[in-house]
């Protein structure tokens, strides 16, 4: 168990980055003075179990450090949770490259620089999703919006046409890449006689 005081890294890159891009980071969190790195691959949005051991192994007085904020936080509400749990916990988040310098949470200054950001992030997606909203009711405007591929309906389709060539569910499930329920609902939707559903 740690004692106070603590440096705590955590290093992450994404299930397609180059290895080299998290050696650099154990290198900088080394550099930086972490004793006990945690690190992993995951995506963006994936679970993070090597996130999850750190935040449970860092105890009242230790400082989280990572090389970049989007080694860490997925989202600007993701990083307003982890602040606020490291808070409550008395533990300090530290970033070595925050636009070019570093800044953590023990002060007010950094707290005050970490929610800016965050509320900036946030009013970017925003926009961003503002844009696609327009981009796409101008495309449907000038008729040129087609929208997403159906692959549930072609899947759906497909899952008719192997049950009726005597397919078992599991079966169609498994080489559609699809679960059971979207194959039961082709099914319930095609009014397949004689079949009233998976048994309960």
Do not use: W
């Not at 995506?43 to 904020?69: F, I, M, N, P």
């Not at 696609?132 to 309906?153: H, L, V």
């Amino acid at each position: 168990m740690p004692q106070d005081g603590h440096l705590i890294g955590y290093a992450r890159t994404s299930t397609t980055d180059q290895q080299a891009g998290l050696e650099a980071q154990l290198r900088d969190l080394k550099v930086a003075g972490c004793r006990k790195v945690f690190s992993e691959q995951a995506s963006a949005v994936g679970d993070r179990q090597q996130l999850d051991a750190a935040l449970d192994y860092a105890r009242e007085g230790d400082t989280l450090v990572v090389t970049k904020l989007d080694r860490l936080a997925r989202s600007a509400r993701h990083l307003s949770e982890l602040v606020d749990r490291l808070e409550s916990e008395g533990v300090t988040l530290r970033i070595l490259n925050f636009g070019g310098d570093a800044v953590d949470t023990r002060g007010a200054t950094g707290r005050l620089m970490l929610n800016m950001f965050a509320a900036m992030a946030q009013f970017e997606r925003e926009m961003m999703l503002e844009r696609q909203r327009e981009g796409i009711a101008k495309a449907k405007a000038e008729g040129k919006y087609k929208g997403r591929k159906p692959t549930a309906r072609i899947k759906a389709d497909e899952a008719l046409r192997l049950f009726r060539a005597g397919k078992k569910v599991a079966h169609i499930a498994k080489e559609l890449g699809i679960g059971r329920g979207s194959v039961y609902r082709a099914l319930q939707t095609a009014g397949i006689e004689n079949y009233s559903g998976p048994p309960a």
